[in-house]
């Protein structure tokens, strides 16, 4: 199970930082990775968009484009927590955001390969 947390509202050009807590074991034997969807405008086959994926054996990350350089993933398995630090964010950014677990994963941006999902959390960004 996948529980997220630290969504809200805030300003634009300002920062939140999302956490995401796993229960049960193997954290550290699984990819993660950072989703979001805007509510009614999902694109067809693509009704998450890829925020940032970490893998579970180096922990190499990447990025999808509207997060390179503004936001960062990382993960801490004895916490059993995957953060995802959010800056200079923009109106744009508002969604709900949703961490996934794929075993044994590289963090992916293929959201049909995530094992599980958390239930979102909804951030907001005011103009």
């Known amino acids: 199970q996948l529980v997220e947390s630290g969504g809200g509202l805030v300003q634009a050009g300002g920062s939140l930082t999302l956490s995401c807590t796993a229960s049960?074991?193997?954290?550290?034997?699984?990819?993660l990775a950072w989703f979001r969807r805007i509510p009614g405008k999902e694109i067809p086959g693509k009704e998450r968009e890829f925020i940032g994926g970490i893998s579970f054996k180096d922990d190499m990350t990447s990025y999808g484009d509207s997060a390179k350089g503004r936001f960062t993933i990382s993960r801490d398995n004895a916490k059993k927590k995957v953060s995802l630090q959010m800056n200079t964010l923009k109106p744009e950014d508002t969604a709900i955001y949703y961490c996934?677990?794929?075993?044994?994963?590289?963090?992916?941006?293929?959201?049909?390969?995530?094992?599980?999902w958390g239930q979102g959390t909804q951030v907001t960004v005011s103009s």
């Open positions: 996934a677990a794929e075993w044994h994963g590289v963090g992916s941006d293929h959201y049909p390969l995530y094992d599980y």
């Open positions: 049960g074991r193997s954290f550290s034997s699984y990819g």
